[in-house]
């Protein structure tokens, strides 16, 4: 009796082995047969991509666009471009950003996030001054000589 569960317990485990290579063999076979569709697909979606950017850049360019290139800038994240109307004429009278598309392509979720806080009127305008120690450079000076002992006493 003891013999028999050993006998079938071994049957049930060379089984299972079996199984697990036979299905190793099978996804691989599998993963190899979908190889080409997967590089196509890479392929065709790295040229949409790339038309996509390609398009971005161009579209200040072409002849529906609806703003002067000469005062549109391009940003790149979050926004395409930022254009500055008026500004040819030295009088800047508006700001607008513009999101580029093509193809299928949709606004991302933060590109919405975006537009909600433009169209809310949560935009401001911020001045930032350098602090001047930062832009004069410092009054020690810079000379590289070996006499580093007044600056780091502990390491020579």
Sequence with gaps: MVSVVVVTVVIILILLILAYYLGRIVRDRYWESQI????????????AVL????????????PDFPFSPTECRFIGKPVDF???????????????????????STLS??????????????VTWHEYA???????????????DNNLSDEFPDKF
């Design 82 to 104: 930022i254009v500055f109307k008026g500004m040819d004429g030295k009088a800047i009278s508006e700001v607008v950003f513009v999101e580029v598309k093509s193809g299928k």
């Design 130 to 144: 350098v602090p001047e120690g930062v832009t004069k450079g410092k009054e020690k000076s810079n000379r590289r």
């Design 36 to 47: 080409e569709a997967i590089r196509q697909d890479a392929i065709k979606r790295s040229r």
């Design 51 to 62: 038309g996509g950017q390609f398009s971005e850049q161009l579209a200040p360019y072409l």
């Design 109 to 122: 979720s933060q590109e919405r996030a975006l537009r909600e806080a433009v169209k809310s009127g949560k």
